[in-house]
């Protein structure tokens, strides 16, 4: 069974940093994608970053770029994301998610593509 453990949320300040971890349980990694969604009060889920495991190709949202970077330890079977320079906006419960049958430049990754889901973890971001 797949399980997938979301850590590091918080409140932070406007130019602040966070870094979310997701463990994976019982996830093989393969070609698939993994990423990291976010939805704020009354907004549809996002893909806000992705990678594609074994290449290691990443994909961000256009109000991303530049200040996350997500990443994976294969070792430590772990996810991250890391947040720099966050902006208000950036506020909201993010999830990881894995097994992903594609994720893109065009569209970094949609929500039916994804087979499991962390519960989420709220992010804030105040000015």
């Known amino acids: 069974q797949v399980r997938l453990v979301e850590s590091g949320g918080g409140s932070v300040q406007v130019g602040g940093s966070l870094r979310l971890a997701c463990v994976t349980h019982g996830y093989t990694v393969s070609m698939e994608c993994m990423a990291w969604f976010r939805q704020a009060p009354e907004k549809e889920r996002e893909g806000v970053a992705a990678?594609?495991?074994?290449?290691?190709?990443?994909y961000y949202a256009d109000s991303v770029k530049g200040r996350f970077t997500i990443s994976h330890d294969y070792d430590k079977s772990t996810l991250y994301l890391q947040m720099d320079s966050l902006k208000p906006e950036d506020t909201g419960m993010y999830y990881c998610?894995?097994?992903?049958?594609?994720?893109?430049?065009?569209?970094?990754?949609?929500?039916?593509?994804?087979?499991?889901w962390g519960q989420g973890i709220q992010v804030t971001v105040s000015s």
């Open positions: 998610a894995a097994g992903g049958q594609r994720c893109g430049a065009s569209f970094v990754a949609d929500v039916g593509d994804f087979s499991y």
């Open positions: 990678i594609v495991n074994i290449r290691e190709t990443t």
